[in-house]
């Protein structure tokens, strides 16, 4: 850049500093395009009421720096004076999103994008409202798959994929919780609550901590779970990797009957699995994944204080007494306890029902012959 040029630039940069727009223009016009510096002229542009000259400018830059900050920050400053909305946000967007992958942004930038901000918020509250009417109108609720949809599209919730840390069968829905009517064959172990809780409250009444529901394990590394050998969060195994605990099966006769209605895989040294789950008050189980998504794991609360609750991806269920919650542990999941009780739930998986007989024999034998190799997988929760 020669020192006129220089000069040209200096001047009209004055003239917009005290804002005459028109002699910032005619300098600058003076200037070869592959000289013009594009920001600048925009801002000429915008002193004076050009738009069409201002977009120009703005798009010369654009084409030249597509993520250059300033220049997509008037851009969408421009289309909301013009009142394009969707364009405006488009254009707040990418510099917000661009503004994330600059180390130090200038500080006088930093009053624009909040402005950016701002407006982001406001056009995704009208699309909020101009989207629920929609459907209003048409006679529909924001419940059930269609209100889990608009969630996750307005960004009210995350979406969640199954992620089991073990193993993966292909092709199932991806589905977080199932609902109790689906299970015939529950209404028979929910019968049974108030005897299986008699059973509870006199092995309670020992007085004797369970055995903590994660272990370490000397042949394996150790878990990375706050929990590992804690009997905040224990476990009173009647079914434990595929054999039945004597003793405490014996203690509990009603339950052991009750399990027998559950469709319980039947893997060696992995299933059938049921226990008593215990969390005392104050215990958070950290978010973590399941080991396989062939499976749906049941609980059965039987003591159920108040502020209890179990998160399975985007959604977050409250256990009630007597009433079965089925889920699919394979998506993250976490529990957690804020009472000042103790919580206990009888937990049991059973094989997803979409899964055939023929692949449901065909799994066991594959996780079989894993074990074989490599030992059956810790559920380190």
């Known amino acids: 850049m020669n020192a006129g040029t220089s000069n040209i630039i200096s001047d009209a940069r004055a003239a917009v500093q005290r804002r005459d727009g028109a002699m910032a223009q005619r300098l600058l016009a003076e200037l070869p395009e592959s000289e013009m510096p594009w920001l600048l002229l925009a ?73 950016a901000r701002d407006f982001v918020e406001q056009v995704h509250i009208k699309f909020e409202q101009h989207l629920v009417e929609g459907l209003h109108q048409a006679g ?16 009210h919730k995350q979406l969640y994929l199954q992620q089991p840390s073990s193993f993966y069968f292909p092709g ?56 590992i050998n804690d009997p905040k969060w224990g476990a009173y195994y009647f079914w434990r990797n595929g054999k039945i605990v004597a003793e405490n099966a014996a203690r509990c006769p009603v339950t052991m009957q009750a399990l027998q209605q559950a469709p319980m895989p039947l893997i060696d040294q992995r299933s059938p ?15 973590h994944h399941g080991l396989l998504n062939t499976r749906l794991i049941c609980h059965i609360p039987l003591i159920v204080p108040h502020n209890c609750a179990i998160r399975v991806g985007n959604e977050t ?38 899964i055939s007989p023929d692949e449901r024999a065909a799994l066991t034998t594959i996780f079989e012959t894993i074990n074989d190799y490599h030992g059956a997988p810790e559920d380190a929760g």
């Open 140 to 155: 529909f609720s924001r419940e059930g798959r269609v209100g889990t949809a608009v969630d996750l599209l307005l960004g």
């Open 273 to 287: 699995i049921a226990l008593w789950s215990l969390l005392k008050p104050g215990t958070h189980i950290q978010p």
């Open 43 to 115: 801002q000429a542009c915008n002193l004076i009421g050009d738009a069409s000259g201002e977009e120009a400018a703005l798009q010369r830059q654009l084409d030249m720096e597509p993520r250059n900050l300033p220049a997509l920050i008037l851009s969408g400053e421009l289309k909301a004076r013009l009142g394009d909305d969707r364009a405006a946000k488009s254009f707040f967007q990418a510099a917000l999103n661009q503004s994330t992958h600059i180390p130090n942004v200038p500080a006088a930038l930093q009053p624009m994008l909040q402005r």
């Open 317 to 354: 269920r409250s256990w009630r007494e007597g009433e079965a919650l089925i889920f699919d542990d394979s998506f993250e999941h976490e529990a957690w306890n804020k009472s000042n009780e103790t919580r206990v739930i009888l937990l049991f998986e059973i094989w997803r029902p979409e």
């Open 172 to 227: 199932l829905p991806q589905r977080q919780f199932y609902e109790r009517s689906e299970f015939p064959w529950l209404a028979e172990i929910e019968q049974a609550v108030p005897e299986m809780q008699a059973e509870l409250h006199a092995v309670l009444a020992d007085g004797q901590d369970f055995a903590p529901y994660v272990e370490v394990n000397s042949d394996r590394p150790r878990a990375a779970n706050p929990l």
